[in-house]
C-alpha cells in the first residue's frame, strides 16, 4: 500500500511514510470490509462516514508537516486511523467527534494498539477545544464551505490548518499557515470528503444530500 500508493504518488516525508507503514488499516475498517484495508479507496464506515483512502490520508498529514514537539488537534475522529498516524509523529493529539458511539470505537481501537498519546472529545468540531488551545496543527476530515473561524483562531503562531474546503461536488484540501498576524492560505489537490456539520460548518440536513 504505502509503496504503490503512497510513495509512488509524490508523497515522500519519512516520518509520514514509517507512521503509515506501522498503523494496521484493516484494525479501522469493519469487520466486513477488512479485505479493502490496503486498496487506495475510501470504504463506508458507522454513520454514514468514512474512512479515507490511504494516499488522501498520507498526502495531508504531509501537508501539515508534524514535527515530535507539535500538539495536534484532529477534527472528525471517525475511524481513528488519521488519528493512530498522527499519534505516530506528534507529542500529543486531541482527536473530537461528533458521533459518540465513532468516538467509542475509535478508542477502543487505538487503546489496543496501545495509543498513549491521543485524547478523545466528543462534540461540535468545528468549534475546535478552546480549553486545549493552542494547537501547533490541526486537521479536519470533513469539508466546508469555509475554515471555521474558530479552528483558524486556535491555530498557534507558525501553526498550520489542513482541511477540505468547498460544496458536495467541488473540493480542494487547503492549507493554512499563521504567521503572526498573517494567515497564508494555499489550495492544494481536488478531493471528495464527507460534509463538516457542526455551527461553523454545514447544517445537518446538508450531511445528507
Keep these: 500500500m504505502v509503496e504503490q500508493h503512497v510513495r509512488a504518488r509524490g508523497v515522500s516525508d519519512q516520518r509520514v511514510l514509517e507512521a503509515m507503514m506501522a498503523v494496521p488499516r484493516e484494525l479501522f475498517l469493519p469487520p466486513g470490509r ?3 484495508a490496503y486498496d487506495d479507496r475510501a470504504v463506508p464506515i458507522d454513520s454514514g462516514q468514512t474512512i479515507s483512502q490511504p494516499f488522501i490520508v498520507a498526502y495531508m498529514t504531509e501537508l501539515l508537516h508534524v514535527a515530535p514537539h507539535c500538539k495536534v488537534l484532529e477534527v472528525g475522529t471517525g475511524s481513528g486511523y488519521q488519528v493512530a498516524i498522527l499519534a505516530q509523529l506528534a507529542r500529543e493529539v486531541h482527536t473530537i467527534e461528533r458521533f459518540d458511539n465513532l468516538r467509542q470505537q475509535a478508542e477502543r481501537t487505538l487503546m489496543a494498539l496501545p495509543v498513549s498519546n491521543v485524547f478523545f472529545h466528543t462534540g461540535d468540531g468545528t468549534l475546535g477545544l478552546p480549553s486545549e488551545a493552542p494547537f501547533d496543527r490541526i486537521i479536519v476530515t470533513a469539508a466546508a464551505p469555509l475554515v471555521p473561524q474558530s ?7 507558525h501553526g498550520v490548518l489542513v482541511m477540505p474546503v468547498g460544496g458536495p461536488k467541488d473540493q480542494a484540501i487547503v492549507r493554512i499557515a499563521r504567521e503572526g498576524s498573517r494567515i497564508i492560505e494555499t489550495t492544494a489537490l481536488p478531493c471528495r470528503f464527507v460534509p463538516l456539520v457542526g455551527r461553523e460548518g454545514c447544517r445537518e ?3 445528507h444530500n
Design 34 to 36: 477488512r479485505h479493502e
Design 151 to 157: 479552528l483558524i483562531d486556535q491555530l498557534a503562531d
Design 205 to 207: 440536513d446538508q450531511a
